[in-house]
């Protein structure tokens, strides 16, 4: 199954941090797709479409999505996630807001802070303050994954070619 990866960006560039996250999106299998919510962040799916490892790109553009908020973009994920395995996004304070949202909703447990992927659903994360690290691993069949985003290299910018979606902003 495919890997869906949420972008953060302030609706003119990516965050550096959004990189990353589909740096350790390939090490889940599968193809990745980047899904970008905004408002007039033409630049932002640009630059998405480009992003080495990047199979395909959903764009969203409502002024609903001008300010990153949980709920809405919660919902936004839950109604994109039918098709996918994963659902990954950076371990910032932008991925720890929406990322737990649609764990609940999709009955599901949440690991969080992963700094390495042994498998499709097998992830190391630090406990104790980072003194002690934890494999985990999960039988959901849905997996919802936050990304610290220092332990993956980043992916290059350039030379990827994916296929730009646009979906339609309705009422999630």
């Known amino acids: 199954m495919a890997v ?12 550096s941090a959004t990189l990353n996250t589909l740096s ?16 007039n962040c033409a630049t932002v799916i640009e630059a998405a479409a480009k992003l080495q490892g990047v199979d395909k790109v959903l764009h969203v553009d409502s002024a609903d999505y001008e300010y990153p908020l949980a709920e809405p973009l919660a ?10 395995s994963h659902c990954l996004a950076p371990a910032t304070t932008f991925g720890k ?4 949202r649609v764990a609940a909703k ?6 969080s802070d992963v700094i390495g992927i042994q498998s ?3 992830y190391v ?6 003194n002690v690290l934890a494999t985990v691993q999960s039988s959901d069949a849905f997996q919802v994954v936050s990304i610290r985003t220092t332990a993956f290299e980043a992916v290059a910018s350039e030379g990827g070619s994916a296929t730009v979606e ?6 999630y």
């Open 24 to 39: 350790a999106a390939s090490q889940c299998g599968g193809p990745v797709t980047l899904l970008v919510s905004g408002f």
């Open 97 to 100: 807001n929406v990322l737990p």
């Open 75 to 84: 919902l936004l994920l839950l109604a994109q996630s039918e098709d996918y």
């Open 4 to 15: 869906l990866v949420l972008a953060e960006h302030d609706n003119k560039e990516l965050k």
């Open 106 to 111: 999709r009955d599901v447990a949440m690991i």
């Open 120 to 122: 499709a659903d097998t």
């Open 125 to 130: 994360r630090p406990i104790y303050a980072g």
């Open 166 to 171: 646009i979906i339609s902003a309705q009422d």
